[in-house]
Nanobody
């Protein structure tokens, strides 16, 4: 059975840090990543890592977020530093088994599996 489970969300003041975790089981992913959705907005990509471990970040989080992965445990992390109120959103972990996922990393349809989401709230 395929499972994608996120954890680690919470509330923090601006400038603080949070670390999200995504445990994936039941499959071998090619690409994994984090997406977020704020109220009234579309879901957007935050950071993705491909099968060779190459990370890609959306411009708004570059220099603040990193996406380490523990391959042995098939667990993905999102280390978020210098958080801003505009980072407030529901964060989702996603995984893809598509061999061409690296070419379509920001498209939601690329991803076969999604977690239930974890809330991140940043106050000013």
């Amino acid at each position: 059975q395929v499972q994608v489970v996120e954890s680690g969300g919470g509330s923090v003041q601006a400038g603080g840090s949070l670390r999200l975790s995504c445990a994936a089981s039941g499959y071998s992913s090619v690409c994994m990543g984090w997406f977020r959705q704020a109220p009234g907005k579309e879901r957007e990509g935050v950071a993705v890592i491909d099968i060779v471990g190459r990370p890609t970040y959306t411009d708004s989080v570059k220099g603040r977020f990193t996406i380490p992965k523990d391959n042995a445990k098939n667990t993905l992390f999102l280390q978020m530093n210098s958080l801003k109120p505009e980072d407030t959103a529901m964060y989702y972990c996603a995984a893809s088994r598509r061999s061409d996922c690296a070419y379509y990393i920001w498209q939601l349809s690329t991803y076969n599996y999604w977690g239930q989401g974890t809330q991140v709230t940043v106050s000013s």
